[in-house]
């Protein structure tokens, strides 16, 4: 099993910024890694948040997109999630995530923005 550990969460007040970090060992052996979030409510969305590759193509959810933006450190085995502008509809878990033979999950890490 993958031991994937996030950082960064925190409480923000709306327009505010967030980084979130995970690191993720032996990196250059996933393709794809990415976060997710689970929200009050409604559970983990079906969708990541954003996706990155081992190329380095992104992909968003539309409710993000122009926000956020995910990024990698091949170096520091690092994978970052900037959140600008956030709005109070962020608030979630979030958690890193990737991918081999089967998912692999960080613990989670809390994003809270208030109004």
């Known amino acids: 099993q993958v031991q994937l550990v996030e950082s960064g969460g925190g409480l923000v007040q709306t327009g505010g910024s967030l980084r979130l970090s995970c690191s993720v060992p032996?990196?250059?052996?996933?393709?794809?890694m990415g976060w997710y979030r689970k929200t009050p409510g409604i559970g983990v969305q079906r969708a990541p948040v954003a996706t990155i590759s081992s190329t380095g193509t992104t992909n968003y959810i539309d409710a993000v997109k122009s926000r956020f933006s995910i990024s990698r450190n091949d170096a520091e085995s690092t994978v970052d999630l900037l959140m600008m502008n956030l709005r109070p509809d962020d608030t979630a878990v979030y958690y890193c995530?990737?991918?081999?033979?089967?998912?692999?999950w960080g613990q989670g890490t809390q994003v809270t923005v208030s109004s």
């Open positions: 032996n990196m250059e052996t996933f393709r794809t």
């Open positions: 995530w990737t991918f081999d033979y089967t998912n692999h």
